[in-house]
């Protein structure tokens, strides 16, 4: 009861068939601690489903929602083969324009040279098939979302 705006939060690490799927939920970066200390505790995460949008105004809400750039930062920190931008453009619920999350989104890998299909923005009903061998023969999908 006491710990106002610090318990509603919640994210999960789901493990199945041997890969690791991380979804974020709502969540602020902070000094990326947490993330790292993940990384160090799970290993590093295969798909990892993060929050690009309603992060503005930023002094409001650094501490609830990531934007696109702190949204890569925790890609890297989980060491996430991919990830899916998500938790944007459905409602106008915060002072970010509606379409700026993917181009930030796109700004924020160019600048840190990661490719772009590593990290796609969803929008409403897209599917996502991502096949990760492993060093195996066999690249059959082993996730898709949507």
Sequence with gaps: MGDRRMAL???????????????????????GAIFRSMRERFGPT???????????????????HINPEEAVRIMIDLDARQAIGIHWGDFQLTNEDREAPPTLLRRALHERAIE????????????????????LQDSTPYFQAG
């Design 9 to 31: 939060w919640g994210g999960f690490m789901l493990k199945t068939q041997g890969k690791l799927l991380y979804f974020s939920g709502d969540t602020g970066y902070g000094d």
């Design 46 to 64: 295969d798909i990892a489903l993060l929050p690009i949008g309603g992060y503005a105004p930023q002094w409001f809400m650094a501490s609830q």
């Design 116 to 135: 772009q299909s590593r990290f796609p923005a969803a929008s409403a009903g897209d599917i996502f098939n991502f096949p990760i061998t492993d060093g």
